[in-house]
């Protein structure tokens, strides 16, 4: 069926000291009940996914943008301006469809050699009421254990158990950050311009699928990441984030590889002169401007 949304908002907008500052604020409550969504399958099923509805999920949270003038002055052509946004926002499921209570009682069905069957380790998604559609779901890791070199896991009763296995999945972390959002500036001196654009996100999660595949699930006599020698476990007494090389099954989602994904890019910066000659008109040329633009230039 159609997706239906109630989505409530309250903000405030300020402008102050002759537009110098201007400053907005908004609250918001967003419902949507029979959210579409695309349901992921296995591989050995022929396709990877079909729409469905998911249920009710709410979304809740705030959004600030500021922008402050701190130069301005016509006369010599002179103006700096920084502006930043912040937001925060919460996903929760509030109630699943009956259709996601039978796919998670499919998923839940599945073994570690089901998972390997069909090609399939990275995280699948559950659907759980009052967690977040982005939740991370693996099984609980207790790490690497000096002895045996086996990786050791919780299981949903507390118990300690050296086996992998899907009726373990619990949600851990989620990749929605708790606030994310931009900074930027502008200068402009007569012809001079300068222009900063960064992104930052902190306080969500990621699964370092690159690091399973790269390091773990890889063939240790053939070419591959220096780590599989040097940072796995070989011998009784060694402390190690990643199981002993002699082990080729493969790492299905263990709570090891979530990490957390905090970050500040800075994706845009350009540079620019506008020549403001009135001998550019004599050559016949209305306007002239040189830039340098950069994009994506770092990632910390």
Known sequence: SWQRTLQQNYGVDLTLWGDRIDLSADYYIKTSKDV??????PPSLGFSSYMDNLG???????????????????????YWSVN???????NKLLKIS?????????????????????????????????ASMNSIWVNQSLGIDPATGDEIFLDMNGNKVNKW???????WGSSDPKIYGTVGTMFMYKGWELNAYLYYKYGGY???????????????????????????????????KFKKVSDVSVTNPTSRFVEKENYIQLQALSVSYDF?????????????????????????
Not at 57 to 74: M, Y
Not at 84 to 90: R, T, V
Not at 104 to 123: F, H, M
Not at 165 to 171: A, C, F, G, T, W
Request: aromatic residues 6%; positive net charge.
């Open 36 to 41: 579409l969504t695309a349901v992921t399958l």
């Open 206 to 240: 990621i699964y370092n699928q690159t690091l399973v595949d790269k390091v773990e699930n890889v063939n240790p006599n053939e070419n591959g990441d220096r780590r599989i020698l040097y940072d796995r476990w070989n011998e009784p007494g060694d402390v190690a």
């Open 276 to 300: 403001r000659s009135a001998k550019l008109k004599e050559w016949g040329i209305q306007r002239l401007k040189i830039s340098a633009i950069g994009n994506d230039i770092f990632t910390s």
């Open 98 to 130: 009956n259709a996601l209570r039978a796919y998670n009682e499919t998923q839940d069905e599945l073994t570690a050699t089901g998972e390997q069957k069909d090609g399939v380790n990275r995280p699948r998604v559950r659907y759980m009421e009052g």
């Open 165 to 171: 296995d899907s009726k373990n999945y619990k949600p």
């Open 56 to 78: 009710e999920v709410e979304n809740r949270g705030w959004e600030l943008n500021l922008k402050v003038a701190i130069l301005k002055n016509q006369k010599n052509s002179l």
């Open 84 to 90: 930043g946004s912040a937001i925060h926002n919460k």
